[in-house]
């Protein structure tokens, strides 16, 4: 039973950090805390289910398709709605990263209605069984997507001028001004990649709940204790403190009980932040060059 | 033009805050559109005498964790508003008055209902409440309207600790929640072979955990024991840690006192784990068509129980028969009714009922009305007691087979036979 525990945390990290990567790269790299992020995820989720229930595709063809009208979207509302506010502060950001939530959220609640829906498949509870553990197929590939995921957007970050562009305004902002990068269009580009991201998870998750316009909401808490628990801006800190969050969160069910998983969360947070603050992977100041 | 040059002369500045006045003026007249307005009930045409109104307030939640219950609530409301307006309003002495139920929002969130509720009493000047969803609600509004001295009919508040307050204008139409799962486990214990042990997992919140201490209470006086008894967080999104315990100690009866989202998550974990107990019940879920909808097969011999049911044998004389209001229902919005619709209809079918009595709108003499009445209606028998419970309800229990709600007990309602053990 301790095995399936830790599988089950494993598999649960693995869609906690697949969550979180966005949100991490568009705080590390614009200092905006994107409290939009849960409704990308909600997006995703119902596009994943409209793609399903009028065209019949399943959600591993539909996310492409998903991934790439949520970069557009993501890019569409930082450039025209969230970058006027940015040199702001941090406050302004969060109230309109907020608003722009409830207007999401509200959208898709009118569009959709508050019914549950759900992308249901043939294979959508079956597994592998490896001796006495089972291992759902659908976690399994969120996890692996989220690998995934990452590598590619490692490879994105130091081998494209794209990448390279959004990397250098992260460390140092007026020194890439200097060359030439358009910092405006960093930004949006760094919120689409983080939309897509979300996007995707939100089409996985499809098949693993029944959802409503809500479905997001509670993975930002999550995504926050993660980003800080893996480093801001770390991509292999976002995946690292999702398994990590997902194995305490397990653990702490069959120790302490169910009831104590949200307590287990922040008290991590209040651990990292008291003892290392820069998080598991992270650098200091990596991205709070800028002010 | 976003550069915003233009605004450096004294004419563009001029435009630029017409602009701005313009489109926010317009934002929020767009916002008020999507701000609550009284429900759409018939405008009374002028009649010869013309009715009065009376206004009923009504805090819902139409987004958030409880959006589906608060939809069915208002439908609910709305059903029985509509219907009483079209026979021409509730007689209170010698007046009539329509009613217009004035609704609100409030996000399934306690302290944003609460405030709805003072504003419903103190701006909309109510005249009386229609319960929130849910007992955590209810039990901060009912506080607001005990003060005001305004009187609210709880339609799903059924935590035992809302009616041990004393209050004098809060009434319950459901039966006290701790009695949820009896008729599924006094049904199981029919069962032979008489399954022997029992979990129960509850999510952290009011009417759960007093759901999941009166199943308890009640498993362990029928002489079964319960091996394992937990909680998990109210929305949690993964619950496969404590369903791998509970496989652990594989019990026959798996109890699950939640909403909606955590029954659905349940019975997917639990396939995705490849395990599942003799007899598996929730609350509230397994009544939802949605469901049995989004879960599909997986949903199959699924126990649940229910405060009302289409096919409960009960019947009044506004409603007709509890399958004749499920039918005109589902007539005017394509579903069935599950009790969420259904008690609020009834709620307003007792008001009436009480305010034809007691032959005005002052509320210390319609709750003594309300004290005082004993119903048989299409939701069942309706009698309070001094504190405002409806001690003369009882909920059945059910099973999902082939798609259908079979009731199973208690005997006299029952319609078929169980699938036992869960296959």
Known sequence: ????????????????????????????????????????????????????????????????????????????????????VIRHGLVMTLIITFGVDLILTNAVLLTFSADYRAVKLPYSSSGLTLGSIQVPYLRLSIFVLALVIMALLATFLSRTRSGRAIRATALNQEAALLMGVTIDRVYATTYGVAAAIAGGAGVLMSTLYSFGPEVGRGFLTRAFVITVLGGLGSLPGAILGGVLLGLIEAVTTVSLGAGYTEVMAFAVLVAILLFRPQGLLGKRFYGGAKS | MFSFKWTRTRAGRLLATLLTTLVAVGLIAGCSKSEPKPAASPTPAP?????????????????????????????GYDFWAEK??????????????????????????????????????????????????????????????????????????????????????????????????????????TLDPKPKTAAIITPDNLFALSAAEGAKAKVESLGLQVVLNEKFPMGAKDVSSLLSQVKAKNPDMLLVTGFFTDGTLVVSQLKE???????????????????????????????????????????????????KFADDFKAKYGIEPTYHAASPAVSGLILQKALEKAGTLDSDKVADALRSLELETFFGKIRFDAQGRNVAGQPGAFQIQKGELVELWPKDIARGKAVYPRP
């Not at chain 2, 701006?123 to 003060?147: H, L, M, N, R």
């Open chain 1, 1 to 84: 039973m301790q095995l399936q525990i830790l599988v089950n945390g494993l598999l649960l990290g693995g869609l906690y950090g697949l969550v979180t990567i966005g949100f991490s790269l568009v705080w590390g790299v614009t200092n905006v805390v994107n409290i939009a992020h849960s409704s990308f995820i909600t997006l995703g989720a119902y596009g994943a289910w409209l793609l399903y229930s009028r065209l019949d595709l399943g959600p591993f063809t539909s996310l492409p398709i998903v991934m790439a009208v949520m970069f557009l979207v993501g890019f569409a509302i930082q450039h025209q709605v969230i970058n006027r």
């Open chain 2, 273 to 323: 784990l490849k395990w599942s107990p003799k007899l598996l019940a929730f609350t509230i879920s397994a009544s939802i068509p949605d469901f049995r909808k989004n879960l599909g097969a997986d949903a199959e011999n699924v126990f649940g129980a229910e405060w009302w049911l289409p096919n409960m044998k009960y019947e009044d004389k506004f409603y007709g028969s509890a399958r």
């Open chain 2, 47 to 75: 009649a010869a005498a013309a009715p009065k109104t009376m206004k009923i307030g009504v805090a819902v939640s139409m987004t958030g964790n409880f959006s589906k219950e608060g939809t069915l609530m208002k439908q």
């Open chain 2, 84 to 189: 009483i307006n079209a026979v021409g309003g509730i007689k209170v002495g010698n007046d009539t008055y329509k009613v217009e139920l004035v609704y609100y929002d409030d996000k399934s969130d306690t302290t944003t209902s609460v405030k709805l509720t003072e504003k419903l009493i103190t701006e909309d000047k109510v005249s009386f409440i229609f319960g929130p969803y849910s007992s955590g609600i209810t039990q901060a509004t009912s506080a607001i309207s005990e003060k005001y001295k305004i009187i609210t009919i709880g339609t799903t508040s059924n935590t035992p600790a809302l009616y041990e307050r004393n209050f004098k204008y809060l009434f319950g139409t459901l039966p006290l929640a701790p009695t949820y799962l009896h008729p599924v486990i006094e049904f199981a214990a």
